[in-house]
């Protein structure tokens, strides 16, 4: 396999919680950059073309435009590290194994916008992760780097663990506002967004795990580096998630815009023996699915977008033939289903209504009538919750009729 130039992944930076380990390693040179000169980081974020790693690929910079305008006051940074949809397992890994780098990336994204509040938003069900946080920011506050960050933004720089609710709504980023803030995560409506109304009313940037992972190397090599890293147009490296019917499932970092055969015959080794590729659930299991003729589809933002798909996360659950659609896509709905916080009615019950209807489809009993009430709620659901969870949960249903509609026909009765 060739050599891949890694930038989250590489052995090296294995290095655990012990910053000294880090800064040997290079850490901390992107963020005294940063330092030497904050009121262009921006600009190199934005020239770098760094995408949002949580699933929108909504562009970096643009979040952290508003928050580095908005006047004097507190501002807060929370890195979002809740990840609890199935199949993405990519942030705990970082968490866990490169923990300084994602705070060098959270405490950059300070320096930019004056923020005197950083938040690692851990998942409790990942103890590791949490312990190798928690470790890791003890250990970069009496860091002179760390107090050159303080005199910097005017002030003490709050440097938190704050451990989530561990509920798959508890990664939205108004939910997430609202576990800071000490509530149940419910989600809100946006607008207001975060960068405008946060954590207690203050200007806020709510990013992936793996958002802020790449920025140290960034700040540190320069955005024209970063995007060379990757194939085509597509900037920098991704970490895809791949699980499912493949033999070598796993994390893979490779150019961001690799393609989906070569994630899953090269990287991945191919399906299992025996096995034949039939679809991958993309971006994890809210988004469209891809299906054979899109094993030439460049894993990036733009062009799995060009397939009426989402890059989402990175994650990528393959499916053999013989796998029953029908069935993962119930298991998944049954997943949004238990996950919906129930303060949106719509989203509760057409969850709840979407999953039976599956089941019911699954397991032999369901009418024509039923897979035409399955296709209507795909129609009148989507829009109708504060959150996005609704909406991703209608994609899959929706994609996989369109996509598989033989497999839903032939499970009717009669
Ligand atoms: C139901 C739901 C759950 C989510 N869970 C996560 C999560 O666990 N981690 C995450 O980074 N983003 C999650 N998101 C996306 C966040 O709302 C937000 O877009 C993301 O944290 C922004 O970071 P980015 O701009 O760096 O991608 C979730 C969204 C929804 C609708």
């Given at each position: 396999m060739e050599q891949l130039n890694q930038v989250l992944l590489r052995d090296d930076i294995r290095v655990g919680a012990d910053l000294d380990a880090w800064l040997a390693r290079?850490?901390?040179e992107g963020l005294a950059k940063a330092l030497q000169d904050p009121g262009a980081i921006i600009a190199e974020i934005a020239d770098a073309d760094l995408r949002g790693m949580g699933g929108a690929g909504f562009a970096t910079h643009r979040k952290w435009m508003p928050v580095a305008a908005a006047r004097e006051g507190d501002k807060y940074i929370i890195c979002n590290g809740n990840e609890d949809e199935p199949g993405t397992f990519k942030d705990r890994f970082l968490l866990e194994h490169t923990p300084h780098q994602v705070i060098e990336g959270a405490l950059i994204a300070a320096v930019a916008t004056r923020a005197n509040h950083v938040i690692l938003y851990v998942n409790p069900h990942q103890p590791l992760c949490l312990a190798a946080t928690r470790q890791a920011a003890q250990q970069w506050q009496p860091h002179p780097l760390f107090v050159a960050v303080e005199r910097l933004v005017g002030g003490p720089v709050a440097l938190r663990v704050v451990p989530s609710?561990?509920?798959y709504i508890g990664g939205e980023e108004t939910a997430v506002i609202a576990s800071v803030e000490g509530g149940f995560p419910f989600p809100r409506r946006k607008p207001p967004f975060p960068a405008e109304v946060g954590v207690h009313?203050?200007?806020t940037i709510v990013n992936n795990t793996e958002t802020l992972a790449h920025v140290p190397g960034i700040l540190r090599h320069g955005a024209q580096w970063y995007r060379d890293l990757g194939i085509g147009n597509a900037a920098g490296t991704k970490l895809y998630?791949?699980?499912?019917d493949v033999l070598h499932p796993g994390l893979y970092e490779l150019p961001m815009g690799t393609s989906l055969a070569s994630l899953v015959f090269q990287y991945g080794g191919g399906m299992l023996l025996g096995k034949e590729f039939k679809a991958v659930f993309t971006g994890g299991p809210s988004n469209?699915?891809?299906?054979?003729r899109d094993l030439d589809v460049a894993l990036d933002f733009d062009s799995v977008r060009q397939r009426r798909s989402r890059l989402g996360t990175g994650a990528m659950i393959v499916v053999s033939e013989g796998t029953s659609i029908v069935r993962k896509v119930a298991e998944y709905v049954s997943f949004f289903a238990q996950g919906s916080c129930g303060q949106c009615?719509?989203?509760?019950?057409?969850?709840f209504q979407l999953m039976r209807l599956l089941n019911r489809l699954d397991t032999g009993r369901a009418v024509r009538a039923d897979l035409e009430a399955l296709e209507n709620l795909c129609r009148i659901l989507p829009g109708s919750g504060r959150c996005?969870?609704?909406d991703g949960a209608v994609t899959v249903v929706e994609s996989s009729?369109?996509?598989?509609r033989e497999e839903y026909e032939a499970l009717l009765m009669g």
């Open positions: 290079g850490g901390g609710s561990g509920l009313g203050a200007p998630s791949l699980s499912g469209t699915l891809l299906t054979k009615p719509p989203c509760k019950g057409g969850t996005g969870l609704i009729v369109n996509q598989f």
